[in-house]
């Protein structure tokens, strides 16, 4: 009879946690509190060691700014023709 009312407690618990994690999420969808914000401005992927790799984005619309996590990816020097190695050829 207690694993029946631990189990329901925990069901409980799980469904108010996720149902928390979707109303924060669909804040920041809609630009959050003061209505939706539609014309948003984003800059480059800026990493956050050397020049390829996971780093971050800031998106600015009116006075609200937002920073999201991004990923550059270390090939991308290969499309201008960036060769390998230091040495002459």
Same mark, same amino acid.
């Given at each position: 009879?207690?694993?029946?009312?631990? &189990?329901? &407690?925990?069901?409980?618990? &799980?469904?108010? &946690?996720?149902?928390? /994690?979707?109303? #924060? $999420? %669909?804040?920041? #969808? #809609?630009?959050?509190?003061?209505?939706?914000?539609?014309?948003?401005?984003?800059?480059?992927?800026?990493?956050?060691?050397? %020049?390829?790799? /996971?780093?971050?984005?800031?998106?600015?619309?009116?006075?609200?700014?937002?920073?999201?996590?991004?990923?550059?990816?270390?090939?991308?020097?290969?499309?201008? =023709?960036? #060769?390998?190695?230091? =040495? $002459? %050829?």
């Amino acid at each position: 009879m207690q694993l029946r009312g631990f &189990l329901l &407690l925990a069901l409980l618990a &799980l469904l108010a &946690l996720t149902s928390a /994690v979707a109303k #924060k $999420k %669909d804040k920041v #969808k #809609k630009g959050g509190p003061g209505g939706e914000c539609t014309e948003w401005t984003w800059g480059p992927c800026t990493p956050s060691s050397k %020049d390829c790799g /996971v780093g971050f984005r800031e998106g600015t619309c009116g006075a609200q700014t937002q920073r999201i996590r991004c990923r550059l990816p270390c090939s991308w020097k290969k499309e201008f =023709g960036a #060769k390998k190695g230091k =040495g $002459k %050829d």
